[in-house]
């Protein structure tokens, strides 16, 4: 039961910072040792947290995902895939995955989320217009090939003009230069296979973005989240006022840009999606928690309708922005942003919407290591 598991995280996590003690039972003193020594050694905490909150959440441990961190290191005994909940699922630990930010100038780190505004002006103008960049701005792409599979959807007035606005702004281009675009499978098969994997199984008929405007809008759901919280995630390590004012702008734009998605889908939380039988923010929780899983840091993402331990201040349900339980926004670093983009769980390993991968530097670095 997911509520033992709790227990048992809690007694886990509560070792590292208030050990037992009776004065006099025992030495109480510090021991005489390096920086080294005492750095290394709260690895010997952080590697049973990790194994167990892994094999609970996933089904198996640190040797699946980072083999070279055991460093020889035997595999634990016993440990196997608990009967959680989904609030419960995405339970993470520092350790099982990079969390932490990119070394890289302003520049790059300016430059990558292009693959995410690329990402979002193909689908968005194919599916309120039916052409997608090449038909506007030809000279954005940078000689990168056109996307797979985007089309015209059938979309109701309201939905066509708010598709329209959300395209990016040339501002990034502008101030630091572009990236060729990268390659995109934005076909009813890709998007397909991302809803099937959301649910857990395999939706008939296969779900199709284009053939009404509750499909497309769920489509949505699933683009623009993703980069509001890469924005938020890079500010803090920009150097110049000049990348800082321009990525805060952008950000701006891209939180009301989720917003408007969030607004119009709350309006059907509670209606079934057919032939489904899944409503819409059963859909929009299923997403969230499987980008929560993909990027392997954590909840930083959430769905319509949550548990009021995830709700804004822990007062409520509703969800129509997603942040945390201060009102803050998530924030997400460009590893996380890969894996979740790629939907392999893995920077190093392309896929989805992105089968050969991003471009810029930074994407690519990864890839280069493949």
């Known amino acids: 039961m997911a ?4 227990f048992s995280a809690l007694l886990l996590t509560a070792l590292v910072s208030v050990p037992i003690n009776v004065s006099g039972s025992a030495y109480c003193g510090p021991v005489e040792a390096t920086d080294k020594d005492l750095v290394q050694f709260p690895l010997n905490l952080e590697f049973l947290e990790a194994e167990f909150f892994l094999s609970g ?3 198996h441990g640190l040797d699946a995902i980072e083999p070279d961190f055991a460093g020889g290191g035997p595999p634990p005994i016993g440990a196997q895939k608990a009967n959680l909940d989904p609030v419960t699922l ?3 630990v520092s350790g099982s995955a990079y969390c932490g930010p990119v070394e890289a100038t302003d520049k790059d780190l300016v430059q990558f ?4 505004e690329f990402l979002e002006a193909e689908f968005f103008l194919s599916g309120a217009l039916g052409h997608g960049l090449d038909a506007i701005e030809p000279d954005f792409a940078g000689g990168g090939p056109p996307p797979i599979g985007a089309q015209k959807a059938n979309l109701d007035p309201v939905t066509v003009k708010s598709s329209r606005n959300l395209v990016t702004k040339k501002a990034i281009i502008t101030a630091v230069g572009g990236i060729p675009r990268p390659l995109y499978d934005l076909s009813p098969k890709a998007f397909a296979q991302l809803f099937d994997k959301a649910v857990g199984y395999k939706l008939n008929p296969p779900f199709n973005p284009y053939s009404n405007t509750v499909n497309y809008l769920l489509a949505s759901y699933a683009i623009p989240y993703v980069g509001l919280v890469g924005y938020v995630g890079t500010i803090p390590y920009l150097t110049t006022y000049s990348s ?3 990525v805060a702008s952008l950000l701006g734009v891209e939180s ?3 917003a408007v998605i969030r607004t119009l889908l709350y309006e059907k939380a509670h209606e079934k999606v057919m032939p489904y039988n899944i409503t819409v923010a059963e859909f929009t929780n299923a997403i969230s928690f499987l980008r929560n899983k993909l990027a392997m840091c954590g909840v930083r993402d959430e769905g319509l309708i949550v548990p009021l331990p995830l709700g804004a201040e822990n007062r409520t349900e509703s969800n129509i922005l997603s942040a945390d339980t201060n009102s803050r926004s998530y924030a997400r ?6 894996r979740i983009v790629y939907g392999t769980g893995s920077e190093y390993k392309p896929g ?3 089968p050969r991968g991003g471009n810029g530097k930074i994407a690519r670095s990864f890839l280069d290591k493949a």
Do not use: E, H, K, V
């Open 244 to 246: 800082r004012a321009l």
């Open 333 to 338: 670093t460009q590893p996380q942003i890969l």
């Open 256 to 258: 009301g840009q989720d």
């Open 113 to 116: 989320p292009l693959n995410l």
């Open 3 to 6: 509520t033992l598991y709790l």
């Open 90 to 92: 995405p339970i993470n």
């Open 57 to 59: 959440a996933l089904g």
């Open 352 to 354: 989805g919407f992105l």
